[in-house]
């Protein structure tokens, strides 16, 4: 099978980069092809502009539309268009990185807002009428999964922790990118207390990423909703004979697992 690694951390011999080595080596030695797109080695410039889209800036951009016309035009900046056609090989897509701020570091952000664009990532059409989201872009078929860091401890990101659950704190990453444009989301990996392991810790933490790439292609993904699979109402809005009297992003869960999905 075919993995997209996409990688963000400023120092290569870090815990993320150690981890991202012995991952990487685990994967070809299973027999799967991977390509990697390292963002801070290849300089990767997060941040929009016209450039991208080969549109005069002297002239007003509307940033979805510039982008959706150079799509169509083939006028797109060639290193997004590299970093598109990795993402078409891609049966499984993995993001790394350090949690920063509650979030994914600048740099990554910037690969999906520069990557991601009108035609592409959102506003797909479908041939029935509507447009294709959660569950129905153009990654449905595709894996993905999260695997990070922090430093802070397991307990702070527990159901009643200080920092929120794991799965609500990334769900903008997991629900309102991954299962947006279609991909099937995988639990995440969690390396916690990053700066306060040991050698015998890292031993386990490499141990558990890598069990957890063997199953990467068979393990039971989050269960979110469909758009379209008649949970929603006219306005998107969760029926409310669905999850009845909760609230929140979780309602966008199915509570049962949905297996081979």
Do not use: C
Not at 24 to 42: F, I, K, N
């Amino acid at each position: 099978m075919n993995i997209l690694w996409v990688f963000a951390h400023p120092d290569e011999r870090s815990l993320n980069g150690s981890l991202r080595d012995s991952a990487l080596a685990s994967l070809a030695e299973a027999g799967h092809t991977v390509e990697q797109s390292d963002l801070y080695r290849m300089g990767w410039n997060p941040v929009v502009s016209a450039e991208d889209y080969g549109h005069d800036p002297a002239q007003r951009m509307q940033v979805a539309t510039a982008s959706s016309t150079a799509l169509r035009n083939g006028t797109l900046a060639s290193d997004i268009t590299a970093e598109q056609a990795k993402l078409h090989r891609a049966d499984a897509v993995v993001l790394q990185f350090p949690l920063w701020w509650y979030s994914m570091p600048a740099i990554m952000k910037g690969w999906v807002d520069r990557v991601f664009i009108e035609g592409f990532g959102y506003n797909i059409r479908r041939e029935t009428g509507g447009t294709r989201r959660y569950g129905d872009g153009l990654m449905a078929g595709k894996r993905a999964m999260i695997v990070t860091s922090m430093g802070g401890s397991e307990h702070t990101v527990s159901p009643r922790g200080i920092n929120g659950s794991l799965d609500e704190l990334l769900f903008p990453i997991q629900h309102g990118f991954f299962w947006y444009t279609g991909m099937s989301v995988l639990p995440p990996v969690l390396i916690p207390s990053a700066d306060r392991l040991t050698d015998e810790d890292f031993v386990l933490a490499e141990k558990q990423l890598n069990d957890r790439l063997k199953t990467l292609f068979t393990d039971d993904t989050i269960p979110f909703r469909h758009q379209h699979g008649g949970e929603y109402d006219e306005k998107f809005v969760l029926r409310p004979e669905h999850a009845a009297g909760e609230s929140g992003v979780r309602v966008h869960t199915r509570f049962a697992p949905v297996r081979g999905k």
